[in-house]
């Protein structure tokens, strides 16, 4: 059974930083490109960011790019998101994310196929 | 950047009503839509990808169509546990986006 557990979220000062983490588990983790969505609270989803299988490639959205790294450990399964220079805007629920096998390319390097796990969510809080 | 942008923003529809989604994109996305479903407090799930290809699992009553720019997600026959957001997502590179939502209830 697939299993994506989020860890690290907090109430953290404008201008802080922060280390998110997420745990797998139920697949070959290194297989599979890895990506961070968030949720502001009573807002749509938000892409973050991704990375590929083998971590050597990185992706970002516009609003996190320069604050924000992707990062991941395939020995220990464990996906990563250092953020810093927080911001009021970047109070949400961030959902760690696996890329599915349903796309029309497979590997670790392969995007363009939806997500088919997701975490449970950590909230991280930016207030003073 | 690729938009998405999903229609209507809210609906409220009768049990055993046909409801329609769309969600249009700003370029042309060949089939690289994906429809996500969630519930008041819970995680997104999976519903269509590919446009139009039914999660396992997904009631039949779920469909998804378009190809290019615009992509509908029809419940064919509304029941009370669809009361939920539903989500369009582009997945044609690396850069994804998501439509802003449809909420749907249940009049």
């Known amino acids: 059974e697939v299993q994506l557990v989020e860890s690290g979220g907090d109430l953290v000062q404008p201008g802080g930083s922060l280390r998110l983490s997420c745990a797998a588990s139920?697949?070959?983790?290194?297989?599979?490109?890895m990506n961070w969505v968030r949720q502001a609270p009573g807002k749509g989803l938000e892409w973050v960011s991704t990375i590929s299988g083998s971590g050597y490639t990185t992706y970002y959205a516009d609003s996190v790019k320069g604050r924000f790294t992707i990062s991941r450990d395939n020995s220990e399964s464990t996906l990563y998101l250092q953020i810093s220079s927080l911001r009021a805007e970047d109070t949400a629920v961030y959902y760690c994310a696996k890329t599915s096998p349903l796309g029309s390319c497979s590997g670790g390097a392969c995007y363009t196929a939806p997500i088919d796990y997701w975490g449970q969510g950590i909230l991280i809080t930016v207030s003073s | 950047d690729i938009q998405m942008t999903q229609s209507p923003s809210s609906l409220s529809a009768s049990v055993g009503d046909r409801v329609t989604i769309t969600c249009r994109a700003s370029q042309g996305i060949s089939n690289y839509l994906a429809w996500y479903q969630q519930k008041p407090g819970k995680v997104p799930k999976l519903l269509i990808y590919?446009?139009?290809t039914l999660q396992s699992g997904v009631p039949s009553r779920f469909s998804g169509s378009g190809s290019g720019t615009d992509f509908t997600l029809t419940i064919s026959s509304l029941q009370p546990e669809d009361v939920a957001t539903y989500y369009c997502?582009?997945?044609?590179?690396?850069?994804?986006?998501f439509g802003q939502g449809t909420k749907v209830e249940i009049k």
């Open positions: 139920g697949f070959t983790f290194s297989n599979y490109a």
């Open positions: 590919g446009a139009s």
């Open positions: 997502q582009k997945y044609n590179n690396a850069f994804w986006t």
